[in-house]
């Protein structure tokens, strides 16, 4: 069946401009992660959603960061006045159940975002 | 914390076992131990789980030792493919459910 779906796969913007990635997960999947990981590292927990429960916004970066999530189906993150550190490939993925637990994750392969 | 620690690379020849060590000393009794991997230009892959028993599955086989404060992932014949990161990561019940990711282990496998 089909994967999380991540766009674009590819993003180049200028410092200072807002830019808006995409992650579709797996249909059924109540909870979504978006990671960011930069070159040669590891990866970095940005936030979690849970169903229709708050948010874990407690990795975002900075306020510049926001991310949304309708449901258990789309989530968005958008950055705010982009800077040359951010960019990193951002991950997303989903699990059925919260992913900590008995339930694995699952990733798309990310939006290289490079900011110039 | 929801660390753990791996060594930073190792090396193994195709068509041998490889055993990849993870320390999580600091483990409660609800966490679950999970394996992942990452090829380059990919996200992360699920490859195994467990929780106290030992598991297998069609990727690979997970020991746990029986204080739970380590785990090894076996590849029990190594090929070019399996060239990749591998994390261990603690599913952390105290930690919102988010699952923290270490530096990994670099696998280089040797034709």
């Known amino acids: 069946g089909a994967g999380v779906s991540q766009s674009p796969s590819n993003k180049v913007t200028e410092k200072g401009k807002d830019v808006e990635l995409r992650c579709d997960p797996i249909?059924?999947?109540?909870?979504l992660y978006w990671y960011r990981q930069r070159l040669g590292q590891g990866l970095e927990f940005l936030i979690y959603f849970q169903g229709n429960s708050a948010p874990d916004k407690s990795g975002l970066p900075s306020d510049r960061f926001s991310a949304e999530r309708t449901g258990e189906s789309v989530s968005t993150l958008t950055i705010q006045r982009t800077q040359q550190e951010d960019s990193a490939v951002y991950l997303c993925?989903?699990?059925?159940?919260?992913?900590?637990?008995?339930?694995?994750?699952?990733f798309g392969n990310g939006t290289r975002l490079t900011v110039t | 914390d929801a660390k753990t620690t791996q060594p930073n690379s190792m090396e193994s020849n195709e068509e041998e076992p490889v055993h990849l060590p993870c320390n999580h000393s600091?483990?409660?009794?609800?966490?679950?131990i999970h394996w992942y991997r990452q090829l380059p230009s990919q996200g992360p892959e699920y490859v195994i789980h467990?929780?106290?028993s030992n598991v297998n599955n069609r990727m690979a086989s997970l020991a746990i030792a029986e204080d739970r404060k380590s785990s090894t992932l076996i590849l029990h014949r190594a090929t070019l493919r399996d060239a990749a990161v591998y994390y261990c990561?603690?599913?952390?019940?105290?930690?919102?459910?988010?699952?923290?990711f270490g530096g990994g282990t670099r696998l280089m496998v040797k034709p």
């Open positions: 249909s059924g999947h109540t909870a």
């Open positions: 600091t483990i409660s009794g609800t966490d679950y």
């Open positions: 990561i603690r599913g952390n019940n105290n930690a919102g459910n988010m699952l923290t």
């Open positions: 993925a989903s699990s059925l159940a919260p992913g900590g637990r008995n339930s694995p994750l699952h």
């Open positions: 467990g929780l106290t």
